[in-house]
């Protein structure tokens, strides 16, 4: 009878062992999923920067360098076959 009971109270410790490592892993990977979300964010905000700041047309250049011969591109038609590397 005593056997049993001691049978009982190690599988139950046993068991929220086992669940306190699977709550365990699944607070790791909602971490990492989070995490990753917040990069994926923030990569896409830097893209849409770059992607905004190559709209908009070059309007001088630095008056450092004004003096050159060097002059600002035109920019470039929405149908050019030019690709820009980003």
Request: aromatic share 6%; net charge positive; proline share 6%.
């Amino acid at each position: 009878m005593h056997g049993i009971g001691l049978g009982v109270l190690f599988h139950n410790s046993r068991l929220n062992d086992l669940k306190n490592y699977v709550d365990a892993k699944f607070a790791a990977t909602d971490k990492r999923l989070d995490d990753l979300k917040d990069f994926i964010r923030s990569e896409v905000h830097r893209l849409e920067d770059r992607m905004e700041r190559l709209k908009r047309p070059i309007t001088g250049l630095h008056p450092r360098f004004a003096g050159c011969g060097i002059s600002a591109a035109p920019p470039l038609a929405p149908d050019s076959e030019t690709t820009i590397a980003i």
